[in-house]
């Protein structure tokens, strides 16, 4: 049986075939016309041609100038079809002002080559901007690690917290005083973004501008430095003002000085805020736990809760509204257990499973936790890898590994569609569905860049559309506590 040759139809074969027949078959009478008229001559000498027969052949000539003119035409245009469905899909991706500026040229194929080069450039921003998250990551992952491995070394929580809380800040550096009990001599413990080797090298802060922190036990700004301070001229390359002081206090008694100074925003003259300064304050405060645990070595694993519980607070920081989330979480997971008879234990590992349930942002980019406008694809997963990096830095201590289901999960939905495991009913325990619901709830109730904070009608609304997600018993006992707050 003979095979027949396949044979694609003009309209899917490619723009270079499609011209090349196009231009065979537009070629082909001219080439006709002139070959008999150039036969006419050899033979006669002059060319003999009736009226009718050139008219006829004028009449061809035209037809095919016609029909090879929209061929042609129709081949470009849907090159010119291409380009703008392009540019109109890609106007989300770029921007309306990229769309115009790229769209100035008047060239089709130039307007498309652009936009494709566009969308490459962003691509590569963000394969640099993985990079950077992948070793934000690692460098976190390490000091927590190294803290794990030896409770004794807290120098690895002390840098963290350190790091965390200037960058929270906007400050350019930070340094971490500790106070000598034999005398009132201070040294620096620890120190971020400031040339300067830590050492046992004694400071003198009590008769200085410092005093005032020393004395009262109070945070406070400095301004300014005068040159004529005995800390300014020795040391004022840790102090670049502005600078924030807040003790590290612990039942009245000072145990050092943590500060943070010069600003990344606001220019030279921008200060630090009432808010900020408060911030530091509560920071302080839990650095010192941190540190008589550490001394005494009594509860290492509290040392490390309260050690990252500072961090938590650092992370929340970040963003000015998310700031008092996790309290508030933490207080409305408290009044649901409690009103379903939980035992205590379960109320504690709910409690500091609300205040440690955002830990692992510290290991997200600041222009995705700040971002003020919805994430695209690619930086919803990145934020999404927060629960399962929060686990990992609170599960390898024993006593803070019950805390590990609550982290991990709390981002679960009833319907599966949740992360990070997909988890769909019975499956997800009731400690972490109760999280979920006071965590939603307060991101309803709270301003965010986007959007205003709902009211109480409008977040039972939104709660509402969420039935197949959350527990519907765990909602109405919450808007029962919500709504009737005595």
Request: some cysteine; proline content about 4%; aromatic content about 6%.
């Amino acid at each position: 049986m003979p095979i027949k040759p396949k044979i694609s139809s003009l309209e899917n074969s490619s723009v270079l075939r499609k011209f090349t027949i196009l231009f065979i078959l537009i070629s082909i009478l001219p080439l006709v016309v002139l070959f008999y008229f150039y036969v006419q001559i050899q033979e006669h000498g002059r060319i003999e041609i009736a009226p009718a027969t050139l008219n006829l052949t004028l009449t061809f000539v035209v037809l095919g100038i016609l029909l090879g003119y929209g061929t042609l035409r129709s081949i470009l245009k849907s090159i010119v079809d291409i380009s703008r469905t392009s540019t109109e899909t890609l106007r989300e991706v770029l921007g309306e002002d990229k769309i115009r500026e790229i769209a100035n040229n008047n060239n089709e194929v130039a307007v498309l080559a652009r936009s494709f080069s566009e969308i490459t450039n962003r691509l590569e921003d963000n394969i640099r901007n993985l990079e950077t998250t992948k070793k934000t990551l690692q460098s976190v992952i390490t000091k927590v690690g190294h803290g794990i491995s030896s409770m004794q070394d807290i120098n690895s929580f002390l840098e963290l917290i350190l790091e965390t809380i200037a960058e929270a800040l906007s400050a350019k550096g930070g340094v971490l005083m500790a106070k000598d009990p034999a005398n009132k001599d201070f040294f620096v413990r620890t120190i971020f973004g400031i040339p300067y080797e830590v050492g046992k090298k004694p400071i003198r802060l009590e008769d200085g501008a410092f005093s005032p922190v020393i004395l009262t036990g109070k945070p406070m700004m400095i301004p300014k430095m005068y040159e004529g301070e005995a800390v300014a001229k020795e040391y004022g390359i840790m102090f670049e003002t502005p600078v924030l002081c807040a003790p590290l206090l612990l039942h009245d008694k000072i145990l050092g000085i943590i500060c943070v100074s010069g600003r990344t925003t606001g220019g030279k003259s921008g200060n630090f805020s009432e808010e900020e300064m408060n911030l530091l304050f509560n920071i302080g405060i839990q650095t010192a736990i941190a540190l008589e645990n550490a001394k005494l070595n009594s509860d290492a694993e509290k040392t490390y809760f309260e050690t990252i519980s500072a961090l938590a607070m650092a992370v929340e920081a970040k963003d000015q509204y998310s700031r008092g989330h996790l309290d508030r979480v933490a207080d409305y997971c408290e009044k649901i257990a409690r009103k379903l008879n939980l035992s205590d234990a379960d109320i504690k590992v709910l409690k500091d499973g609300a205040r440690l349930h955002d830990l692992g942002k510290i290991g997200i980019l600041d222009d995705v936790l700040k971002k003020p406008t919805s994430l695209n694809a690619q930086e919803w997963e990145m934020m999404k890898k927060h629960t399962e990096i929060g686990e990992g830095i609170i599960k390898p201590v024993q006593s803070l590994a019950k805390l590990s289901d609550v982290i991990r999960h709390h981002h679960e939905k009833l319907d599966g569609t949740g992360y990070p495991d997909g988890l769909k009913g019975t499956e997800i325990s009731l400690l972490t569905r109760i999280l979920s619901v006071a965590d939603v709830f307060d991101a309803l109730t709270t301003d965010r860049p986007y959007r205003k904070a709902f009211s109480f009608e409008e977040a039972k609304k939104e709660l509402s559309k969420m039935k197949g997600q959350l527990d519907p018993a765990i909602v109405d006992l919450l808007l029962e506590i919500v709504s009737s707050p005595g």
